[in-house]
């Protein structure tokens, strides 16, 4: 199985420039807007490919009530990552905005945690006593603003 694929709301159409510009996808339960570019940009990605050249420590966070994405893609997408770790949490579904974030969070911050990863500067993710915080914005070049997380 491969690990991720284009989204299911634009796979029937079989042709890139039949993709409307924005397209509802039903997430959760509920309907979210995406862009064309969205679905083109995974259109031909072969995504186990470029999850293989990944050559970072990665946390794979998937809810064990997700009906959005089958666990089974986070399996393989974490057999393919050379170095991943895959962790359910317990009652989330495909997002994790709920009470089930603060889990989510906590596995995030303990992965991150100075130690865990030797990649990981100390204080980008985890404060020296442990507690989580966002971690800041950088500039990226060409100057827009992203948080690497």
Known sequence: MTALRAPATVRPLRDPRAVPWTYAARVDGRDIVLGRRYALDAWDLDVDAALGRLRAPVL???????????????????RILPDARLERVAGAAHGFGDERLTAAMGSTARFLSPGAASWVRRGTAVEPDGAARPPAPRKLPGGSDTILM
Do not use: C, M, T, V
């Open 60 to 78: 794979l966070l998937h809810g064990d009530r997700d009906a959005d994405a089958p666990i089974e893609a986070s399996e393989a997408a974490a």
